[in-house]
């Protein structure tokens, strides 16, 4: 659970207006799914779940400057992606920085996984950058229902680094699962382990609960 109000000082820096306002950066850190990449080798980076959230974010504060940053590469797991948060992380200066690593971090296990994790966390900290874990999206050739299954461990070490470190936390892994009792998640899927462009819109607005402001329709955006 992502502690209350976690993003409040950025919320804050989105509703200043101009010439008081600054550039937002929001980070994306994780492998093919935020890269945008479908099915066939198709990246429709566009309708991907950290554009689509710029766009909400926009239309949430439209007096606001932000960018969306994606570093993530397509196959990458953690191990790779934290030897490259100083040089191609750290260097855009996020304000915000998601991590999405859990689906191709079955290939390492959970204690190199968590090794991992766990310096990145560190790194993006120190900076003085607000961290949003995520647990996975769905990989259809797994029982998402099963506690067994090896995203659903990958999932429960992610929820108890968010709480280790007091970071941001987006369930998604949960999300899905809830879904899966009712109905097939297979609308939701370009391939088994890639979600579609409507499997990216869910992303996008759950992310956008982060950046939800008490009362921010009915109030002006403040222009200290």
Known sequence: MTPDNYLGPIKSELQVKWPKNRTINLVFHGHSVPSGYLTRGIVNTLQSYPYLLLKKVKDRYPFAVVNTITTSIGGEQSQKGAKRVKKEVLVHRPDVLFIDYALNDRSI??????????????KAKAYGTKVILMTPTP?????????????AKHSQ??????????????????????????????????????????GHELVAETLLTLFWEEDSSNKEPNDL
Request: glycine share 4%.
């Open 109 to 122: 296990g959970l204690e190199r996984s968590k090794v991992a994790w766990e310096k990145m966390i560190r």
């Open 139 to 151: 990989d259809l050739k797994e029982n998402i229902q099963s506690p067994d299954a090896e995203l």
């Open 157 to 198: 070490q992610i929820r108890e680094m968010a709480k280790k470190y007091e970071v941001g936390l987006v369930d998604n892994y949960a999300m899905f699962k809830e879904m899966a009792g009712n109905q097939s998640l297979e609308k939701w899927m370009a391939q088994n382990n890639h979600i579609n462009t409507l």
